[in-house]
């Protein structure tokens, strides 16, 4: 299953629904309110209509289904399992910066790698260093 890399409001709401879900309260429906106050929480300012238009991006590409409910003041919403799965990435910060690098940065896992020997090399030089300037 290939993840992808989403837009920052798509991310939010993905793994806002995706928490709700682990949470155990699934199926649920949510207020736009709560939504926009998500979004918001993240720094995206949001109304209903960013809300709505949010919604059908992440149904368009079949990771949710949503329907309004009969108050008309919350969105019925269900994952589908890609969403889910990619709904937990999202949901930490850690599996959400790996989404990122493998998205951006080509072969990151060899440039975390070497940023780790060069580290451990220049820790072991600087001490190295030091002991040298002391004898003299």
Request: glycine share 8%; net charge positive.
């Amino acid at each position: 299953m290939k993840f992808m890399w989403l837009p920052k409001d798509e991310r939010t709401l993905l793994a806002f629904c995706c928490t709700k879900i682990s949470r155990g309260e699934a199926p649920f429906n949510l207020a736009h309110k709560e939504l926009a106050a998500e979004l918001r929480n993240k720094g995206i300012e949001a109304d209903r209509q960013l809300v709505h238009e949010t919604l059908f991006k992440l149904q368009n590409r079949n990771l949710l289904r949503w329907g309004s409910c009969t108050d008309g003041n919350s969105v019925g919403i269900t994952l589908s399992q890609q969403g889910y799965a990619l709904g937990r990435k999202y949901s930490s910060w850690w599996s959400r910066s790996n989404l990122w690098y493998a998205e951006h940065i080509k072969n990151h896992w060899i440039w975390v790698i070497g940023g780790f020997v060069f580290g451990i090399i220049s820790t072991l030089f600087v001490q190295w260093l030091s002991k040298v300037l002391k004898l003299k």
